[in-house]
């Protein structure tokens, strides 16, 4: 049996702190794995469910988007992949009971740890107007609430519809059908704080925002640029697929604040050697560029490569526009702002240079570093300036890598969730289903939070996710939320926007990917799409948490029958009952469907095309690809400042915290860290175990704090510092995000240090 989950809130925050490590993986990863599945899961059901991970039988590992390769192990997960799935697939529940002892108001000063560690949601529970516990409320019963409550409002764009990036493609399908049907665009997603600067970069320049490589690109690339991620962590099947392009002979660079554990050298745990050996060392030139230097870095290397005149001419003159333009201005970047901006030397530059003029083929990967920064689009647009001087897309090899972070975020945007719809995807569903849908754009993550709080917007309905702990600027968000009429989530587990409440709410418990999914039609399976645009079968396996569960499908559809009654346009039921349907009206509404149902039983699945990638199309308003001329920025720091960036530990699964240790960084026990480079702490007052206040300072002179972290002296650039998210989040103003994305730019966050006392008496 799984241990029960703590009676208190563990979080006693004492972090004990040790050299961070060198290598990432090996024999540690998977006994931590094994260990932390087995206080969820028991023996038995660890094993049984683990074995299924990522199989083509099997389901979709909940953990990232990295693609499965085409030989499988027969353990193809990681050890956070194990985490996730052992978050999902806990036997510890939260019952009727548990609602009844603990009134929300207990529950708001709870931590999002000790919420997510209390297991799976079991029956749909609402709290009423002015109540201050959750009961137990029929189905039928909280569909009525939600649909009498849109019908109340003034117009259906007061309505929001939030979704997290773990919903499948059928239910995200419907349920952008559903809040289209009601007649509203407000569909934001976490996207739109994830990949958002890469859709916006990406699909201006090469017209598909969506990254162009397969991974037979990665193992037949002579170099592989990663900057801004963190795979050991956030992506640890990215470094099996690093280490093969070693192996035939890639070369790798990590552009990173930080020296990443998983990046420097990779233990695989598939093999042998790495599970008891020194495993392989993967990165052959590290750049500690400071947070928000990348533009000017990736613009440098563009100066140079012009200069040399070491360009694909035959390919810039046949498939680019905007080339003489940005050669022109790229003549005249500045070496000392560069300099400045990327905290580099030239030599470690002219190393770069060197590598790429040595390489045919070439793949930039990017996640948040790069995305979550106010020129994160500039950035971007500049890396697709690098890749297209050399004729680094469209070709074997060589490409654009943005990798995702959900597991089905991607798809989900296939499906239509996106507040900006293009014209085509709406026409397709008008014809399919022979309504209007609006054609306003709708509202993001960001303006959604300011539409709560203004009162403009008062329903907010999410599917999935945490957006009250996720989003920026907690305590605006945490605001607009209670200023909500009716809050609904579509949850697994318990979190904090559950507790969080407008006027009304409901938790709506659902099934997970790892369980069987049996409707009217019989059992059913669904579909993903990784990051690099491979469509692929999920058949959960398990028995589902509780009798009570609905999939995710069927709670959109079982809504929008009571929202509409009788619709004429959508049947609902018949798409409830058999999933097969559902993908029917997919495949004649999305581009790349066409014999949706047959080709996604194929083992494997299938891949989805991608112009720039298949046929050197580029789907753009000048119908090539762009070169595109932005001037270069990087983040201001006053003096005594510092620039933090919010980011993932390794026992984090964006808000679910499996635990409090950051293995590769030397952290155990606690989260309320911050990470200094040593000279600047010097500087400050602030010895490696002092304690120090966060003090965020806005441009507008507003100021927001996180008290109590411990500072810990780490090797990040100078004026550089990092602390863990979502903690954090309460220091990012709503305003501080993206040009042209609207992504919060929890990446550059200027903070002043306050020295405290020690807090918990250590
Ligand atoms: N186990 C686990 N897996 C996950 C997640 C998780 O929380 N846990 N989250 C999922 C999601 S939704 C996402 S989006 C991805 C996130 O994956 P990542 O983007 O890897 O996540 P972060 O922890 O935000 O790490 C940001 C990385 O970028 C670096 N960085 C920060 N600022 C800069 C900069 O200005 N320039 C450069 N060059 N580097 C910079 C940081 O030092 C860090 O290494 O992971 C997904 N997978
Ligand atoms: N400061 C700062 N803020 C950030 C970031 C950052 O780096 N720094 N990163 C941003 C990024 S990249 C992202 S993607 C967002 C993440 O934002 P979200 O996607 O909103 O947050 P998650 O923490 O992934 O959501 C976790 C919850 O999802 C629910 N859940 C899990 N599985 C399922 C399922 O199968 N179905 C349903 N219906 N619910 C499920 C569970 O109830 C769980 O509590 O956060 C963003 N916020
Ligand atoms: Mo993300």
Known sequence: MAAKPPAGDPV??????????????????????????QQQMGVRRTALTLLKVNQKDGFDCPGCAWPEPEHRHKAEFCENGAKAVAEEATLRRVTPDFFAEHPVSDLARRSGYWLGQQGRLTQPMYLAEGADHYVPVPWERAFDIVAQELHALASPDEAVFYTSGRTSNEAAFLYQLFARRLGTNNLPDCSNMCHESSGSALTETIGVGKGSVLLEDLYRADLIIVAGQNPGTNHPRMLSALEKAKQQGAKIVTVNPLPEAGLERFKNPQNARGLAGSGTALTDLFLQIRLGGDQALFRALNRMLVEAGAVDRPFIDE?????????????????????????????????????VLDAKSVVVCWAMGLTQHKHAVPTIKEVVNFLLLRGNIGRPGAGVCPVRGHSNVQGDRTMGIFERPAPAFLDALEKEFGFAPPREHGLDVVRAIRALRDGTAKVFFAMGGNFVAASPDTAVTEAAMRNAALTVHVSTKLNRSHVITGSRALILPTLGRTEKDTQAGGDQFVTVEDSMGMVHASHGALRPASPHLLSETAIVCRLARATFGDDTAVPWAALEADYDLVRDRISRVVPGFDDFNTRVRHPGGFTLPHAPRDSRTFPTATGKANFTTSPVEYPAVPEG??????????????TTIYGLDDRYRGIKGGRRVVMVNPADAEALGLPDGSYADLVGEWTDGTERRADGFRVVHYPTPRGCAAAYYPETNVLVPLDHTADTSNTPASKSVVVRLERTAPVHGS
């Open 12 to 37: 006693q925050d004492a972090p004990d702190v040790t050299a961070p490590q060198h290598a990432a993986a090996g024999l540690p990863a998977v006994a931590h794995s094994l260990r932390m599945a």
């Open 319 to 355: 498939h680019t526009h905007g080339y003489e333009e940005f050669a022109a201005a790229a003549r005249t970047t500045d070496w000392d702002e560069v300099l400045r901006a990327t905290g580099l030397e030239r030599a470690e530059i002219d190393r770069l240079l060197a590598m």
């Open 641 to 654: 400042r510092l620039l933090l960036q919010t980011l993932r530990s390794h026992d984090q699964y964006n």
